[in-house]
């Protein structure tokens, strides 16, 4: 037997060299100076969350401090000189990414040709030339990318200042969405960064900070996320304004979610769903429309002394409007079909029953206030226990175990996950090469990975909806393609930390030593140790065709599968 000390939420501080005395000094500043220490538990105090979950940033003029479309687990607070928010879009280069570009028809058919380059070779100029527009400095995980010339970005751009005091970064870290400006210093500045974690202890407890941050968000997110939403574009501005007023944020199960799943998958099948907090549960009365903001929740019904996955909800789905449709209806009275649990994280918005019965669907059951095709079908209740939507019951016509499969590995999180059925597939090895001749010899994905039956599901990146891998990428080079969406690396500003690769739950992003024209290593001045990129599968982004692997597989053995927002191409592959 073995005897370990459990892990505790202190084990890895934000900032190992914090000090007590920088503790000291933040708390004697507002507005940490006004927060009440007994307002806090005891296993997570005031003064532990301070010490524990920020560190301290100095910062030059003109240095990055978030870029837009990032990914962020933190927030920051101006303790002193100022920032400037870029409210419309910098060039990808100022970023620290790749300008977009495909490449041309005939440097496309050179490929085929192109067999000098060996393993992992890079043209040591990408290294050397410096970029007009910007720098970096520093190193390690401390590595900035900072602006050259700031004047001209503040002539050619429209900003906003905020100085000493305020906070910035909030939402984007409560909810792991997409950073919406990038923020660069204003001069030198000092600035607190404040990890989730801590975020959500000082959120729960100050009930100031929670009211400011959610006013935030219903300022300049939740009335757009709501518009998104087909049954609530009818609405009258005054209407919408009701509706985001009402509305509340909830979260459920755990923010950095990668850093445990592959220990839940591989636990007992029947105490996984213990891991997964139940948001909302059948049988029960439907108190709100669900709205999930972000991450993934599975649903489920129960089947015989378990449950059974029906479902999987991401970023943009609904659940609880067929039962409020039904009960507004005033014919056979139901609670909620099906349990909803998080997997993992999960980030929603519960608008209640009441205020969708009065602004969404309207007082009068002949004459609602939407278009009748947004209704659903009725629910037939003696058949609820057998009964599922029309979409739920679309996606079932996978394999139940499939189905469990793809969730219980968390593929559903992946927008172009490779499959590969080995049934059809003859080991020709025509993917490998075609996806070599694309990326200058080197293939960018493994023919390796977990398998259900005859599917297997390749190393290869998924390009997620939820990319857990471009949280602290210090440089920016990891970053979504700004037309396309495309998960990529920029290889010139990869300074080979690992910090994707580490956080990629799924192995597919790989650390690579590079090689000059020669075959030798290209070696870092400083250490004389081989340089480090990071490398993965960028769905041939500057290819004409797309993705090389698939459009090379003679048998249609391989498909790039957006099992996220459309499941029906897995279906249609599988079945035909």
Known sequence: MEVITRPQRWDNPFDPDMTNAAVDRLLAIPPFSRMDPAKFSPAAPLRSIIHNDTRIGQYQHGDIIVREGDYGNSAFFIISGAVRVVIDDLPASVLGRREPRHKSFVEVLAQVWNTRKGIEVRDLAA???????????????????????????????????????????????LGRTPRTATVFADGEAELLEIRWQGLRDLRSRVEELKLYIDQLYRERSLKVHLQETPIFRHLSEEDLTEVVNQTVFETYGHFDW??????????????????????????????????????????SQRFGHGHRTLSYLGRGHA????????????????????????LGYVDVLLVPTPVIERYVLGPDRDAPLIPRSLLPPPITVPEAATTSHPEQERRRRIDDDFLEFLVENRFINGTATMVINLDRCTRCDDCVRACAATHDNNPRFLRHGPQFGPY???????????????????????????????????????????????????????????????GAFILDRTTNLPIVKATKCDLCIDQMGGPACQRACPHDALRRVDLHNDPESLITWISR
């Not at 900035?144 to 000493?164: M, N």
């Not at 105490?271 to 709205?291: K, Q, S």
């Not at 209806?329 to 998080?342: D, F, G, H, I």
Request: proline share 5%; glycine share 10%.
């Open 319 to 342: 659940y609880g409007f067929d039962e409020i449709v039904q009960n507004w209806r005033q014919v056979n009275q139901v609670p909620l079909q099906y349990t909803l649990r998080a």
């Open 127 to 173: 290294y050397t030339t410096p970029s007009p527009a910007g720098g970096s400095r520093g190193d390690g995980a401390r590595t900035r990318i900072f602006l050259q010339d700031v004047p001209a970005v503040l002539s050619e751009h429209k900003t906003v200042r905020l100085e000493a005091g305020e906070f910035f970064g909030e939402i984007a870290a």
């Open 258 to 299: 990668h850093a445990s799943y592959k220990t839940i998958v591989e636990g007992r099948a029947a105490g996984r769903l213990d891991d997964e907090p139940i948001i909302a549960e059948e049988g029960h009365y439907p108190n709100g429309l669900i709205l999930i903001r972000s991450g993934f929740a599975r649903v």
């Open 456 to 518: 297997l599901v390749a190393h290869a990146c998924m390009h997620c909806a939820d990319p857990v891998c471009m949280i602290g990428c210090p440089t920016g080079a990891i970053h979504r393609d700004a037309f396309q969406g495309q998960v990529v690396i920029n290889d010139a500003t990869c300074i080979g930390c690992a910090t994707c690769a580490n956080s990629c739950p799924y192995q597919n992003i790989r650390m690579v030593e590079v090689r000059n024209d020669h």
